[in-house]
């Protein structure tokens, strides 16, 4: 079943999105040829704490760090630790904050200094299909609207969608039904209704679609070792249309 969440539960919801988006903010800023991951995971705990919030995915499944920092090739999931940047990475960052019992859920991929055209072009698509796909999230649309909105725009550009990982519904635990895929029919699926909060997130490879997992059990790559892309926000469908909780591009 599909919760749905009262504008009040929204409100909530969306305090968490608050801290997530300075959050985002404060370690992208951070980002710098030289600094390690681990360095970019102490400072996020430090300060979701500082805001009265948890870092989500502490302990989750028991995985070890307060961020997902996957630099590179590396989709998702990547430990924090002693891995250096360096000039020409991208490195995707996802933070869970839970506040006051619910969550926001968020990740964006951030260029360590200059990197070269394809991959800039590799981020500037991804990200715009996440802001087509959370833009479908209206009441009276399906879920197939949102992937398509993915799909369809990464695969006019050249990239692959990953398939085999997806989005899912967000609430009082991170993860909830339903499972939100990247490609797909449009006008097919679950029906989208006011209340519904979905962790919308596009994972893009510049070469093809398929990866591997890391023997740590954790971190996802692109099988042909091409760069990766992860953006994702937590949108809320509302009366007045899709509401992002977690507005971390916003300046
Ligand atoms: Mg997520």
Request: proline letters at 6%.
């Amino acid at each position: 079943m599909i919760q749905r969440k009262t504008p009040a539960q929204i409100e909530k919801m969306a305090a968490a999105g608050a801290v997530h988006a300075r959050c985002m903010k404060m370690v992208s800023g951070m980002v710098r040829p030289g600094i390690t991951t681990a360095e970019l995971d102490l400072a996020v705990e430090k300060f979701i704490r500082s805001q009265g919030g948890e870092p989500t995915f502490k302990g989750f499944r028991g995985f070890p760090g307060s961020i997902c920092a996957s630099p590179n090739s590396m989709v998702v999931h990547g430990i924090p630790g002693p891995y250096e940047l360096e000039q020409g990475d991208i490195i995707s960052i996802d933070i869970g904050v839970t506040l006051d019992g619910w969550v926001a859920d968020g990740a964006s991929t951030i260029p360590v200094g200059e990197i070269d055209e394809t991959t800039a072009r590799l981020l500037e698509v991804s990200k715009e299909s996440l802001d087509l796909a959370a833009a479908q999230m209206v009441p009276g649309n399906r879920v197939g609207d949102i992937s398509n909105a993915v799909q369809t725009h990464v695969e006019a550009a050249g990239f692959s969608i990953i398939r085999s990982l997806v989005g899912h519904g967000i609430g009082e635990t991170m993860h909830e039904e339903p499972q939100i895929p990247n490609y797909g029919m449009a006008g097919r699926g679950p029906e989208i209704e006011e209340g519904m909060v979905f962790a919308i997130e596009p994972m893009v490879n510049v070469g093809g679609p398929e990866i591997f997992m890391d023997d740590d059990g954790w971190s996802v790559y692109s099988e042909d070792g091409s760069m990766a892309a992860h953006f994702e926000f937590t949108v809320a469908a509302t009366d007045n249309g899709p509401r992002i909780l977690n507005p971390w591009d916003e300046t």
